[in-house]
Structure formats: structure tokens, C-alpha cells
């Protein structure tokens, strides 16, 4: 994915955070959904599938972030708002069921494999990135994005100009443990240098304080960090990987990550995959991704 108006942001981010601050709930300017997507009536799946269970169930549980604006941003309602929750919307709608019947379970990176394995929830969309080390224990579908890591520092900050900068610089930097960001950063920088939080809102903090001079994640998840900053932050804009995400469910259920994978080729067909992007990200990058093709279920 390629997000072409990232250099803009900056500029963006001050009239929106005004935006949000005025009506008394950021949360919602940047990362409010659209209309639900159409419940589809009447279905039927094979006796004993995941789909089955949960048509039958009407009730879909969730993990997710709750720190992501863009993302996964929780509101005033209770529930996050962004595009994986527009994208968990999509699958529950083809499942037959409705919106306000997802249950919603904060997933932060370090514990996404727990909350399947220990089956406190149905699926995980949440910025998760798909790699062969969590293939060991889950299934992924699709992947329905393709984001890049990079950095982001004060807005005045002109020392850090890339990944290759941070040794250099001693820099400071900041992520979450057990998200790949995490990892990658490690060949740029000494070791004593990273410190690492649970969500990225406290990363954001450091920086904000001067504890830590760099963020690092993926891209659209430091675009909605600066939008919240107003105007503090700055995205250094040197994506440095490619990070395929996907949605990560029980493992070998084959059928229940084949379901999804053509729900998400669907949901790029009939407008519901654009919707999903315009009503989040698209407020901040209007170009829509393509959906990236889909992996191997396994």
C-alpha cells in the first residue's frame, strides 16, 4: 500500500484536531464509521462451522485495538471506531449479523495469539500484521492491507531522517512489545535505547514529555498519532518494510479463513471495502488501497 498524501498530514491534522476538539469527541472525527453494511438475511453454512456457530450465536466477539485512531479508537459509546472495525463489520454482515451485536475485546499487540488461543474471541482485526512466527500459532486471512513501518518524531526534530539515522543520533525510540515494529527496529539501534510499552498512545506520551526522541510503527497507525498531536508531530516518511495485515483466527480453520477471504473480495466489488476506508483513513488519505491477494489458509 502506498499512502501518497502521508507528506500532507501535517498540514490536515490541525484543522481536524480543531474539528474533533469543537464537537467534544475526537474519537469520532477520526475514526467514525459509515453506514453499516447490508446484514445479509437468510444465509446458511455447513453444520459445525465456525459460520454456522456464529450465525447461530448472532454475536461476533472481536479483538481489536482501542488506541488506533484510524483504526481502532474507542469512542464515547464504549466501542472503537476505524478501519478494522469497518473491516469486522463487513465479515459480520455477510455472516448475518448485525453491528451492534460484535463484542468488542481490547487486543494489544503482545497478547493478539492469546486472546484466539484461549478462544476469548472469535477473530482479531488489529493492525496484525501477518508473519510466519504467528502462523505457528493462529491462521491468518487475507491479508485486507498492506501498511509499511517508519518513524515519528517532534515536529521540529530535523537530526532523525531515517531508520539509518537512529544509531548515529543515540536516538531514544519507542514501540509496543510484541509487535513486529518492535523487532525490526532493533538492527538500527542500541538496545538500551528502545523502550517499549504495551499501546502506542504512551509511546506518543514519551515523546510528547521527551523521554523518547522516535516513534516507530507502521505508517497509517503514526498518521493517526500526529493527527491527534496538533501539530506536534511529524512523520519522518522513510517506510522501511511491508506489513501485510491480516485477521487472525483459530488455527486450521481453513474453511472459517476461506469464508473471509471472499468476503474481502466481495467487499472490494460491491463499494463496502471503500466505504470502510473513506469513512476512517480516507479522512486523512482519500486514496483508496487495492486489496492486496489473498494468502494461502492454512
Given at each position: 500500500m502506498r499512502?501518497?498524501?502521508?507528506?500532507?498530514?501535517?498540514?490536515?491534522?490541525?484543522?481536524?484536531?480543531?474539528?474533533?476538539?469543537?464537537?467534544?469527541?475526537?474519537?469520532?472525527s477520526l475514526g467514525s464509521s459509515g453506514a453499516a453494511p447490508s446484514v445479509a438475511e437468510g444465509v446458511s453454512f455447513p453444520a459445525g462451522s465456525t459460520m454456522d456457530t456464529l450465525n447461530k450465536a448472532q454475536t461476533l466477539r472481536l479483538g481489536t485495538k482501542f488506541d488506533q485512531p484510524l483504526f481502532g479508537l474507542k469512542g464515547l459509546d464504549g466501542n472503537p471506531a476505524g478501519f478494522d472495525v469497518e473491516i469486522a463489520k463487513i465479515i459480520a454482515a455477510k455472516l448475518?449479523?448485525?453491528a451492534d451485536k460484535i463484542v468488542y475485546t481490547e487486543a494489544p499487540s503482545a497478547v493478539r495469539e492469546e486472546v484466539i488461543e484461549q478462544n476469548r474471541v472469535d477473530m482479531v482485526v488489529a493492525t496484525y500484521t501477518i508473519n510466519d512466527k504467528r502462523k505457528e500459532r493462529i491462521t491468518f486471512a487475507g491479508p485486507y492491507y498492506v501498511a509499511g513501518q517508519d518513524l515519528m518524531v517532534k515536529s521540529d526534530n530535523t537530526t532523525i531522517t531515517g531508520p539509518d539515522s537512529l544509531r548515529g543520533a543515540n536516538a531514544k525510540v519507542c514501540s509496543v512489545a510484541g509487535s513486529t515494529p518492535s523487532e525490526n527496529i532493533k538492527k538500527y539501534i542500541d538496545p538500551a535505547n528502545l523502550t517499549l510499552f504495551d499501546v502506542y498512545s504512551k509511546c506518543a506520551d514519551a515523546l510528547r514529555t521527551g523521554q523518547v526522541d522516535v516513534v516507530t510503527t507502521d505508517n497509517v497507525i503514526l498518521t493517526g498519532l500526529i493527527e491527534n498531536s496538533g501539530g506536534a508531530f511529524k512523520l519522518v516518511n522513510k517506510k522501511f518494510t511491508e506489513e501485510p495485515y491480516g485477521i487472525g483466527i483459530k488455527k486450521g480453520d481453513v474453511a472459517f479463513c476461506e469464508f473471509?477471504?471472499?468476503?474481502?473480495?466481495?467487499?472490494e466489488t460491491d463499494g463496502s471495502y471503500k466505504a470502510a476506508w473513506d469513512s476512517t483513513v480516507g479522512k486523512v488519505s482519500p486514496e483508496v488501497p487495492p486489496l492486496p491477494a489473498a494468502g494461502t489458509c492454512s
Open positions: 499512502l501518497a498524501h502521508l507528506t500532507r498530514i501535517a498540514a490536515v491534522a490541525a484543522a481536524v484536531v480543531l474539528a474533533a476538539t469543537a464537537c467534544g469527541d475526537q474519537s469520532s448475518g449479523i448485525p473471509i477471504d471472499q468476503t474481502l473480495k466481495e467487499a
